[in-house]
């Protein structure tokens, strides 16, 4: 189970913390936790402030009453808890001033940056495992860079499974085998370390990310198979669109691998992507649950090699993007031109996110992002090439992106473009590759929100009144 920072912000949450592992007494647990809210970003924020003394001062001095404030709450006046807990922070706290120091000096290599941004976690989850103690747990306190082996790609490195899984097998496997079901681990979220002992980070929010590699690892060397993650959100689970847009979302409730990697690619921000690519070898399930309704039992979303292939997954949007055209009669059945075209954008570092060239070959439209639109556009009409062959245009559009199975179905296209008929919506360009999960529509900015509530209304509606209203 994976708490983030919002599981841990006062009393009430650990207490909450408590009541799950209640929920879960049966089971055997290694609880993985991120930093506390906001920390990490004053890690940083004090990293690339380093020439302003006062300002390294003061978010230590920060640092430090943000988790003071916490273990007094949670913990009794003159326990041992409690003293532990707060010398564990002061200890942390003058090693991060030591390393700022060595910035300072050495500059902010990006061992420096990763070795200071994980001290959020190191805080947070001894003092979970702390907590956990004084109400009567066992727990022990493991910091993860003693078990994930990355690679050197610091702020985001990979896993190297084979090293992890070794050290997983001869540092918790004992421990797991050795001990009761009440046992509980309290692994750091975010970090761990190179082969050469620095440590390394997984990228933001990547404390899931960690729970997933910790399952993964233990699946591959340990005898028990029966292995679950859990991600505890303030949110139900996956919503099949951001609730910005559409207030009455509706929950996904199963999904499968691929489609779960599909909709966390658009920025869905409750998934990290690469969790999925840790779990899907072994098909070990991935719940995403509310962390303030830890007892509910239909409400979440189970990411699996199962999927209802009646629910539409998600549907996502670029709001602001522009499409350009490169069109020419005469370039029909000439090979190159797209690779001319794509060229162009890659040398100017343009990433491209749809592409759709009709079998005639007439013309082909592409979006880029709004950030990057001037610049494609005078690339593209500069180059001698396309200013002599080619025709282009181009306009401000939005795209909205829907994913699932069940799009690759006649009757859900059917059902799309009837809905967007009724209030004329016109779609400009659109785009689906070969069994590809998503169908990716370009349409008017203006359109927007009512193209993806027509949308959701006609796709999602149905699976929540025959899922949800018998249950509730
Ligand atoms: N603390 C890290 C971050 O804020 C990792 C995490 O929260 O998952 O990015
Ligand atoms: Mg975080």
Request: glycine share 4%; hydrophobic share 40%.
């Amino acid at each position: 189970m994976k708490f983030g920072g919002s599981c841990l912000v006062d009393e009430k949450a650990f207490s909450k913390i408590l009541d799950i592992t209640n929920l879960y007494k049966n089971d055997q647990k290694i609880y993985v936790a991120s930093a506390f809210n906001g920390i990490t970003d004053l890690l940083l924020n004090t990293a690339s402030n380093l020439k302003d003394s006062k300002k390294i001062i003061d978010n230590l001095a920060l640092i430090e009453k943000k988790h003071f404030d916490v273990i007094e709450q949670i913990f009794d006046e003159n326990s041992s808890q409690l003293e532990r807990s707060k010398n564990w922070v002061e200890k942390q706290l003058s090693e991060l001033e030591d390393a700022f120091e060595d910035m300072k000096e050495f500059g902010p290599e990006p061992y420096y940056i990763d070795y200071v941004s994980g001290f959020g976690e190191i805080i947070s989850t001894y003092i979970l495992s702390e907590y956990l103690r004084s109400n009567g747990f066992d727990s022990v306190y493991i910091p993860a860079n003693k078990l994930i082996i990355t690679n050197d790609n610091y702020n985001n490195a990979y896993p190297l499974y084979k090293l992890t899984n070794a050290r997983m097998k001869n540092k918790i496997l004992p421990l797991l085998e050795g001990f009761d079901k009440n046992f509980i681990f309290c692994i750091t979220g975010f970090i761990g370390r190179n082969k050469m002992g620095y440590t390394t980070t997984l990228g933001r929010g990547g404390s899931d990310y960690t729970a997933t590699i910790i399952a993964h690892s233990l699946y591959e060397v340990g005898t028990v198979k029966d292995i679950k993650v859990i991600l505890w959100k303030d949110v139900d689970g996956l919503l099949a669109i951001n609730p910005k847009y559409v207030a009455d979302a509706s929950l996904i409730r199963s999904l499968d691998y691929r489609e779960a990697k599909e909709i966390a690619n658009f920025g869905v921000k409750v998934l990290h992507p690469k969790c999925l690519e840790a779990l899907e070898q072994n098909q070990i399930p991935l719940e995403i649950r509310n962390f303030d309704n830890p007892v509910e039992n239909i409400n979440f979303t189970r990411i699996s090699d199962k999927t209802d292939k009646e629910q539409i997954k998600g549907i996502s949007t670029i709001e602001e993007a522009t499409i350009i055209n490169v069109s020419s009669g005469s370039m029909v059945d000439v090979p190159g031109v797209l690779g001319k075209i794509f060229k162009v954008m890659g040398k100017n570092k343009i990433s491209v996110s749809l592409v759709s060239q009709s079998a005639s070959e007439v013309s082909t439209s592409l979006v880029v992002n709004q950030e990057d639109a001037d610049k494609a556009i005078n690339a593209l009409t500069n180059s001698k090439y396309f200013k002599e062959f080619f025709e282009i245009e181009y306009e401000k559009v939005a795209i909205i992106n829907i994913t699932g199975l069940k799009i690759l179905e006649n009757k859900t296209k059917s059902q799309i473009f009837s809905a967007l008929d009724k209030k004329n919506i016109h779609v400009k360009a659109l785009s689906q590759s070969y069994e590809e999960l998503n169908l990716s529509l370009v349409i008017d900015k203006e359109n927007l929100i009512e193209a993806i509530n027509l949308i959701h209304n006609e796709l999602c509606e149905d699976f929540e009144s025959i899922k949800c209203k018998d249950n509730n």
